[in-house]
Nanobody, 114 residues
Framework: QVQLVESGGGFVQSGGSLRLSCAAS????????MSWYRQTPGKERALVAS????????NYADSVKGRFTISRDNAKNTVYLQMNSLKPEDTAVYYC???????WGQGTQVTVSS
């Protein structure tokens, strides 16, 4: 079954950290660029970070540069998002996505309190 399953969301205080994971199955994970998006109520999903198939190229939204790090383990078919120095405005549902496709995970809620 082709799917993406996110985990690792939760509730954290401002300044704290969380690591999100996205486990992929049903396709050749190591061949695909992967991305993390986030969405808040009433807004479009916005790109947070993406990583090339080999992991040697990454890019980030300006709002998270220097705080978030995207990485991947192709042996485990998993992409990660390490989130440090979290702010209340990072509160959102976070989704992983297989690039250039319509495959999304179910999302994981991240809530940052002030």
């Amino acid at each position: 079954q082709v799917q993406l399953v996110e985990s690792g969301g939760g509730f954290v205080q401002s300044g704290g950290s969380l690591r999100l994971s996205c486990a992929a199955s049903g396709f050749t994970f190591s061949m695909w660029r992967m991305s993390w998006y986030r969405q808040t109520p009433g807004k479009e999903r916005a790109l947070v970070a993406s990583i090339s198939s080999t992991g040697d190229n990454t890019n980030y939204a300006d709002s998270v540069k220097g705080r978030f790090t995207i990485s991947r383990d192709n042996a485990k078919n998993t992409v990660y998002l390490q989130m440090n120095s979290l702010k209340p405005e990072d509160t959102a549902v976070y989704y992983c996505k297989k690039a250039f496709s319509a495959l999304w995970g179910q999302g994981t809620q991240v809530t940052v309190s002030s």
